[in-house]
């Protein structure tokens, strides 16, 4: 509340109890349709007091912020999804359609309506102000992107639009901030009450449900506001000649694809260093600052070496977010999902499918929730099923740690790739097999579709703004962190306990002597044939938590500090393992579903514990029968 | 509105997925379940509206058609069930955009 001016009235700064009848906040909606910039906008009325919320029952997403209002009272703006109308076809619309009713629980009624149109093609986005104001909200027509139009040579008399709409009009560029005050004024005038009723619209609204009949309308408002369209984006035309290239394009995109990769494992592995050491040095420093204790040992080598060993893949997975943002905000993701669609569908999916199988490289879970895109839930379904498979991040730290220790270095394509970046580049294929072999059974069955349209819209190429691309990143980091805080925080605590009791004549036992260590011997039996010992035992336990969380436990396991000596561990592992279950361990892990994470957000996306529980004993299965055939194939001599 | 016939030997043709780059037609109508025509109509493409053929992803499939301002992707058995007007005279709908 830095821009109040009448701290007496402020709720903020006296608190409830001077206004024991404090107005509720009032609530205004944002409606737009998709590639309108409505989420543009939305950042530059809120900036960082916003949060993502998901309606209660549905997954469709949103985002709720408070409005960089001076008035007193205090206005609650919420994102709602992009939608070309409100026939409710799709859950996106359901759901606009519910929370503008005021039929939402837990989303109250909508005071007031912001309504985001492209002014580029205004008369099509016109279409979605005739159910809009048959709601007889108050409501501001906020014509965006009026610097495109205007360079574009495209014109529009605001003032004849508004008599003809009966309702205010706007002409705004949230890109460049260009009459954004003009809605700030608009959201302070119906927050204080005094609300533009709106005006019969000057041509009456048509049957709502009569797309043709809509349509005409739009073009008479247009027409009546004397509108003239703008030029063919010359820039997008241009660019879309190389990019959809039959030769050219498909190198671009080959090269972004490599490009992102060489980023997120290359690039960011000296940030990814930097932030291993940072943890390290401040574990020594405190173990040394502090007496030997008990707790001091639950803070350090429990809580600090357990959050910590995740939170060093934060720069790798904001750097793939900043990836993916610039390629989605620019409009080049729309070119690679059109590419990628033929070779997709012949494993039965579709190019929307393509990116967040992608983010799946960097983690299941944003590639989960990226799955919304995608219409069909078939599809969708089929995606969610299948991204857990690709060589999420948190694997790398299992493999760099298994393939150093069992594969012995040697050139296998001369000097380009050895056997160790061979063993990696293997198990990233095997992920990926497993994948689309899967895709292609569950589209040949279970989740077998009718062909439904595949739908895609190119919208025209914009330059990403560096404000959009930050409160992304901040937005992932937060889920991010989050999670570190509260479910690897968690496991590492409970690991920590399971090691350190029952206590022997007041001093933690010997791991064999442990709790961990029981539930160790007690599965040993079941992993045996796969070449596992009852302390790999205790780590895959552990790891159902999230995969890397092994290499720590392990550590702890070998009594040795992983972190500060590598080598080590390797070397421990090297006298209990075999080389049979040193690599049906790398089978296992490229197959199992071993992430709580993953498991909640595949719940909370299909709505139930049933597609969660298919897909983690599938996965697990797998995982086991892979690790089983490659230990006996390694043992036999075959491999 | 001038309708391009590139060779005068060609039949006229008759749905989207026949037309070639830079080639425009007039919609007929759609030939497809309704909830997916609907969603095609609310994206533009309405009986009388004038459709181009645009660039197409590598292969020729899916094809961008440019309608109503926008450009939208279909996957050729999608265009082949979206009919076109055999005369080529445009309807009420072609001049707006």
Not at chain 1, 110 to 123: E, G, Q, R, W
Not at chain 1, 125 to 145: D, E, F, G, S, Y
Not at chain 1, 449 to 472: D, H, N, Q
Request: proline letters at 7%; one cysteine or more.
């Amino acid at each position: 509340m830095s821009g109040c001016h009448d701290c007496d009235n402020c709720p903020a700064a006296s608190g409830p109890s001077f206004h024991p009848n404090s107005p509720a906040p009032h609530v205004v909606a944002l409606v737009g349709p998709p590639n309108s910039g409505k989420s543009t906008l939305f950042n530059r009325l809120t900036g960082l007091r916003q949060k993502v919320a998901n309606f209660p029952g549905v997954t469709v997403e949103h985002h709720v912020g408070r409005a960089k209002t001076t008035g007193t009272r205090e206005v609650v703006l919420v994102d709602l999804p992009g939608v070309y109308s409100l026939n409710p076809r799709s859950e996106d619309e359901q759901v606009t359609r519910d929370v503008l009713a005021g039929g939402m629980d837990g989303v109250p009624k909508p005071d007031s309506i912001l309504l985001i149109l492209d002014c580029t093609n205004l008369a099509r986005h016109l279409v979605l102000a005739a159910p809009i104001l048959a709601l007889k909200l108050p409501t501001l027509i906020i014509l965006n992107m009026a610097d495109d139009l205007a360079s574009r040579g495209g014109e529009v008399d605001t003032a004849a639009l508004a008599s003809q709409l009966g309702a205010p009009v706007a002409l705004v560029s949230a890109a460049k901030g260009d009459g954004v005050e003009k809605v700030l004024q608009f959201i302070e005038g119906t927050a204080q009450g005094h609300g533009a009723a709106l005006k019969s619209p000057l041509i009456q609204l048509p049957v709502l449900q009569d797309v043709p009949k809509c349509r005409q309308w739009a073009g008479q408002v247009g027409a009546g506001a004397a509108y003239k369209a703008p030029e063919p984006p010359l820039w997008t035309r241009r660019l879309d000649s190389v990019f959809l290239h039959p030769v050219a394009g498909v190198a671009v995109f080959i090269v972004v694809i490599v490009a992102v990769f060489q980023t997120i494992f290359t690039g960011a592995k000296p940030l990814m260093d930097g932030l291993q050491n940072l943890v390290q040095t401040s574990g020594v420093w405190m173990l040394k600052a502090v007496p030997d204790s008990i707790l001091m040992s639950l803070l350090v080598n429990g809580i600090w070496k357990g959050v910590g060993s995740v939170i060093v893949f934060l720069p790798q997975i904001l750097l793939l977010f900043l990836f993916i943002g610039f390629l989605e905000d620019s409009g080049y993701l729309a070119r690679a999902a059109l590419i990628a669609d033929r070779t997709m569908a012949k494993f039965g999916l579709q190019g929307k499918s393509f990116i967040p199988l992608l983010s799946a490289y960097a983690c299941a879970v944003p590639a989960i929730m990226s799955t919304r895109t995608i219409e069909n839930k078939r599809d969708r379904l089929a995606t969610i099923m299948i991204a857990p498979f690709m060589t999420c991040s948190a694997r790398l730290p299992v493999y760099t740690l298994i393939i150093a220790a069992f594969i012995k270095e040697r050139p296998l394509l001369g000097p380009f790739l050895g056997t160790q970046a061979g063993a990696m580049l293997g198990l990233y294929v095997l992920g990926f097999v497993a994948a689309i072999v899967t895709a292609r059974l569950l589209k040949s069955s279970v989740l077998k579709s009718e062909k439904t349209a595949f739908v895609l819209e190119m919208p025209p190429y914009r330059m990403p703004t560096w404000r959009s691309l930050g409160l992304r990143l901040y937005d992932r980091a937060k889920i991010f962190l989050r999670r570190a805080g509260t479910v690897i925080l968690a496991v590492a605590i409970v690991l920590w306990v399971l090691l350190n009791l029952p206590l022997h004549n007041g001093k933690p036992p010997a791991i064999t002597d442990s709790y961990a260590g029981a539930i160790g011997h007690s599965i040993e039996p079941v992993i045996k044939p796969l070449g596992f010992n009852w302390k790999i035992g205790i780590g895959l336990i552990s790891s159902i938590a999230a995969r890397e969380v092994i290499v720590g436990t392990l550590g702890t396991i070998y009594g040795m500090e992983s972190s500060e000596h590598p080598e080590g561990l390797q070397h421990s592992l090297q006298s209990e393992m075999t080389q049979g279950g040193a690599i049906a361990l790398l089978i296992f892990f490229a197959f199992a579903m071993q992430c709580m994470s993953t498991i909640a957000v595949v719940r909370r996306e299909t709505g139930g514990w049933r597609w969660p529980a298919i897909q983690f004993s599938y996965m697990t299965f797998l995982a086991y029968a892979g690790g089983f055939v490659t230990n006996q194939l390694v043992h036999s001599g075959i491999m | 509105m001038s309708f391009k016939k590139p060779r005068a030997t060609r039949k006229l043709p008759a749905t989207l997925a026949e037309l070639r780059e830079g080639e425009n037609g007039i919609l007929e109508r759609i030939d497809l379940p309704s909830d997916v025509a609907q969603r095609l109509m609310e994206l533009g493409f309405l009986p009388g509206a004038q459709i181009t053929r645009a660039l197409s992803a590598p292969g020729g499939d899916p094809r961008v058609f440019r309608v109503d301002g926008s450009e939208i992707a279909l996957r050729r058995e999608t265009a082949s069930r979206l009919i076109l007007r055999a005369n080529g005279v445009p309807g009420i709908l072609a001049d707006i955009s």
